[in-house]
């Protein structure tokens, strides 16, 4: 299927784990992002890509790292997780007029 | 200072009536653009509407237009004969620089209900 798509889209772990949490496109866009979504914060940046192998810091990158070995992939992965890190995770891609398309989401609970 | 400011957390509005969501920008940037995203209780976010920095008219998408004051730095999303599907959150965001700068600021969004 054409679009952006995202897994898991429900997570569970624990204090510390590592997780990671895929996101796929089949546009090629060259922009991917990574944001996260609390109440009362609206979207945060946490980090984008301008190209495979081309990386940056958001807004809220801390205890978060990316990788983007191929255009079409940009996992997000917690090294750590922390309670503060429970939240819902949105990754998009940009089209040519700037626009960003979005993934159906992850909701993510670190208990 | 916040980029983006919109300062209706919720609105209430009868069906078919047109609606005005408020967003105020802040950016020295002489180029940049502005968009609007619907959030459904599903969750998904929907693009709904952009306008350029540089773009002489407001822009409009089928019921959606967008009422682009640039000296008063804001950039309003009517909606026209509102309809119950139209009931959702909604997010104005911005981007800024020239290309290469794809990164956006969004705000903390407005709840919109209509009732029938």
């Known amino acids: 299927d054409a679009g952006i798509t995202q897994s898991p889209r429900y997570k569970i772990t624990e204090t510390g784990r590592q997780v990671t949490l895929m996101c796929h496109q089949t546009w090629s866009h060259s922009y991917m992002f990574w944001y996260r979504q609390d109440l009362g914060h609206g979207l945060r940046l946490i980090y984008y890509s301008a190209a495979a192998d081309i990386t940056d810091k958001g807004e809220v990158p801390d205890g978060y790292v990316v990788s983007r070995s191929k255009t079409e992939n940009f996992p997000l992965t917690l090294e750590s997780a922390t309670r503060s890190q429970t939240s819902v995770y949105f990754c998009?891609?940009?089209?040519?007029?700037?626009?960003?398309?979005f993934g159906p989401g992850t909701r993510l609970t670190v208990t | 200072a916040q980029k983006i400011t919109q300062t209706q957390p919720g609105m209430f509005v009868q069906e078919k009536e047109a609606v005005t969501l408020d967003c105020t920008y802040d950016t020295s940037d002489p180029s940049y653009g502005l968009f609007w995203y619907k959030q459904p209780s599903s969750g998904e976010m929907i693009f709904l509407i952009y306008q350029g920095s540089y773009d002489q008219q407001n822009a409009t998408e089928g019921r959606y237009s967008l009422n682009f004051q640039k000296a008063r730095k804001s950039a309003n999303l009517v909606i026209s004969a509102s309809q119950l599907g139209d009931s959702a959150m909604y997010f104005c965001?911005?981007?800024?620089?020239?290309?290469?700068?794809?990164?956006?600021?969004f705000g903390t969004g407005t709840r919109l209900t209509i009732i029938p």
């Open positions: 998009a891609s940009a089209g040519p007029a700037y626009e960003q398309y």
């Open positions: 965001a911005m981007r800024e620089g020239n290309f290469g700068n794809e990164k956006l600021t």
